[in-house]
């Protein structure tokens, strides 16, 4: 395994093709450990592209001077193993990453995952989490063992129901509307949120009820209520 040099900045590059120098809008990284091949996926002259040079230019002056810049930034192994990336779930049960898999990467060391799309897990424990697995008894009856994913995972019925909520709250909002939750006596409320927003209010003077500005009384509504293959963590276990 080697390590990998990127350069995640946008900036002007030398298009061998057009043999013309192009702004390139950084967006993505892909890139292999085991081979070392990078690419990188932008806009090159406002046109969606994937490129290879890493090279980048702020202006013509710097391209003919061959001042590029950008500092490329190092991506080992062992870190992105280190941040969650160690397991997949793939076949009926958990696996190591494979050697030869892509990773990808957006502008952060924290937006590292798997190219191809699938979920990596940082142990086989967690794997599991999120994934059923099959059990085949000697008398070859089966068993699906559930995940904590599945167990928490909403009925069609409730996704109905959550649809329709969200679609009344967006019908509420459309009235100037707004549900709030007042942590002063733990009751929610309707406000008139179109007018509320217009008000000012000294802030002095509702320090002591622990909010200074009556848009802290409220927060946007979270409507995901549910568990995911996207979620991070499922925190609970379950009494068989």
């Not at 898999?101 to 979920?119: C, F, H, M, P, Q």
């Not at 994913?149 to 409730?158: G, I, N, P, W």
Request: glycine content about 8%; charged content about 35%.
């Amino acid at each position: 395994m080697q390590d990998i040099y990127l350069n995640l900045n946008s900036g002007y590059v030398f298009n061998e093709e057009t043999k013309k120098l192009e702004y390139f809008t950084y967006e993505k990284a892909v890139f292999n450990f085991e081979s070392g091949k990078v690419s990188y996926h932008g806009k090159l002259g406002g046109v969606d592209a994937d490129i290879i040079a890493s090279e980048r230019y702020k202006d013509e002056e710097s391209f003919k001077r061959g001042m590029t810049f950008g500092s490329k930034q190092t991506i080992r192994l062992d870190e992105v193993q280190r941040r969650g990336l160690r397991y997949i779930f793939k076949d009926g049960k958990a696996l190591p990453i494979p050697n030869n898999y892509d990773y990808e990467i957006g502008t952060t060391y924290w937006s590292v995952k798997l190219a191809n799309g699938e979920r990596a897990y940082a142990s086989m424990e967690e794997a599991y989490d999120f994934n059923d697995f099959i059990v085949k008894e000697n008398d070859g009856t089966e068993r699906v063992i559930k995940c904590a994913a599945s167990k928490v995972a909403l009925t069609d019925e409730q996704r109905l129901f959550i649809k329709q909520f969200n679609d009344l709250v967006a019908g509420m909002e459309q009235y100037g509307l707004g549900v709030i939750y007042d942590q002063r006596d733990g009751i929610v409320k309707v406000i008139n949120k179109k007018l509320i927003e217009k008000m000012e209010f000294d802030c002095d003077r509702y320090s002591d009820e622990g909010w200074s500005d009556i848009k802290d009384m409220y927060e946007g509504t979270d409507l995901k209520c549910s568990y995911t293959h996207e979620d991070d963590y499922i925190n609970a276990k379950f009494k068989e």
